[in-house]
């Protein structure tokens, strides 16, 4: 039996066989593993674990291996290390608390708990790669396209008849691209290379089509939403805003990296204001019970408002970098919890119709608010959303890369047989010639004064 000293948290005695007492509890009182899970070179691993365990000496060069696998080959073969909920320290940060023999403790333990946990899985460099730029590919676009398109419901909403074929064909857009990125966060593909969850992540999206097509298509007796098309909309807003809701919850208080919580922020304030717009429809006079009229359907200016601040909120995870979406994958109990949140929170509200308030949510609709406040809403709505669109337009685009494109004068010069054009000179990223936007937080390659400028590393304004 190996004991290994595990900082910030008390000594965990590993036997390799799963059956520690310590690592159950760490494993039952923390939602998932993958959170905490980072890679490392299998083979440098190994050298240093073969060290520790014959008493040898280690270095800060063996230790040194450790870190930065994206910079390894490709075929370089990476193993999975959970640090557990007290795995917040950064590499250099370990390295220069605990000393190299202490960080490789700590990297050991680390190991041995991936393994009893079976978090993660064995992977290689061009895995990990991919995985770390999921974000920029997929993550980012998709916040992006909610963003806008929830924008654009809002300008649109001030042109269209409350409740009306055009209202709902209005918000769709942004219900459907809001349970693509909920299914992405829920079910989304976990550490390593596996998507074992991408059956339930399709079939969602399909329902949520499926079921666009009906209230797009459906009945609208006098011009309004029938009770047909009321119940499948309702299911959708309920269940979109009901992840909102509890995800948010979820990673803002069972998440490290803050751009998670960002995120989690601005999903539950999304979802909290919706929450309120829909007891206030079960319960109309909600807002009136003082003797205030003209505030009727003042939950919809609520919701309006809470989403523009959710959104606000969530534009600067734009310039995150390195955003491991993949290690932010919730358990199966966490997610099952999330789906339980999400089911009493629709269940509540139709219970609170049927039993207390006898409103009938299945009347003849009427969302938006009346006299001056619909007035004040909609001008507010309509220069709030356009205020947002720019603001998270510029922020996405001068932190996300872009492709590079020759300018005319690069055209030109690209002519002449012994030109020394710049566009031949772009920074290489991976098998991809990429430039930075100006103003991105990232930092370009320094070349020494004294050291020959290697040409693929050069970058041109």
Request: hydrophobic content about 45%; aromatic content about 10%; proline content about 6%.
């Amino acid at each position: 039996m190996i004991t290994y000293p595990v900082y910030n948290e008390p000594m965990l005695t590993l036997r390799g066989d799963g059956s520690d007492t310590a690592i159950e509890q760490d494993l039952a009182r923390g939602d998932t593993a993958s959170a905490r899970v980072q890679y490392v070179s299998q083979h440098a691993f190994e050298a240093v674990r073969a060290k520790l365990n014959k008493g040898g000496d280690i270095s800060r060069d063996d230790i040194g291996k450790l870190g930065s696998p994206e910079r390894l080959p490709d075929e370089t073969t990476l193993v999975p290390l959970d640090f557990g909920p007290a795995g917040g320290e950064t590499f250099d940060e370990m390295l220069r608390k605990h000393g190299p023999r202490g960080t490789a403790q700590t990297y050991a333990a680390a190991r041995d708990r991936a393994e009893a946990a079976q978090s993660g899985e064995t992977i290689t460099v061009k895995d990990f790669r991919s995985m770390a730029t999921e974000s920029g590919n997929t993550f980012k676009p998709l916040v992006m396209g909610w963003i806008i398109l929830t924008s654009l419901c809002g300008i649109l909403l001030s042109t269209t008849r409350d409740a009306s074929r055009p209202f709902f064909l209005v918000t769709l857009p942004h219900l459907i691209t809001e349970i693509f990125l909920w299914s992405y966060l829920l079910f989304g593909p976990e550490p390593g290379y596996s998507d074992r969850r991408r059956p339930l992540r399709l079939s969602l999206r399909f329902l949520y089509v499926a079921a666009a097509l009906v209230v797009a298509l459906g009945h609208y007796p006098d011009g309004v939403a029938g009770p047909t098309v009321l119940a499948v909309y309702f299911v959708m807003a309920g269940i979109a805003e009901g992840l909102s809701l509890w995800m948010g919850l979820f990673w803002y208080l069972y998440r490290l990296d803050v751009n998670m919580r960002q995120l989690g922020m601005a999903m539950f304030i999304h979802g909290f204001g919706f929450h309120i717009a829909a007891l206030e429809y079960v319960c109309p006079k909600l807002f009136e019970q003082n003797g205030t009229e003209d505030l009727e359907h003042f939950g919809w200016v609520l919701f309006l408002a809470a989403t523009c601040c959710g959104f606000v909120y969530l534009v600067p995870i734009f310039k995150a970098r390195g955003l491991n979406i993949r290690a932010q994958q919730p358990s199966v109990l966490a997610v099952c919890l999330i789906c339980l949140g999400t089911i009493l929170s629709m269940g509540s509200l139709v219970a609170l119709d049927v039993t207390k308030y006898h409103s009938n949510i299945l009347r003849k609709p009427a969302f938006l608010p009346t006299g001056q406040l619909l007035l004040a809403c909609k001008v507010f709505s309509s220069l709030g959303s356009i205020a947002l669109v720019v603001y998270a337009v510029n922020e996405y685009t001068l932190a996300m890369p872009r492709a590079s494109f020759p300018s005319f004068a690069d055209i030109v010069g690209s002519s002449s047989p012994t030109s020394d054009s710049p566009w031949l000179k772009t920074t290489a990223e991976g098998s991809l010639s990429t430039t930075w936007c100006p103003g991105s937080p990232v930092e370009v390659p320094v070349q020494d004064d004294e050291a020959p400028a290697d040409e693929s590393t050069i970058v041109h304004a």
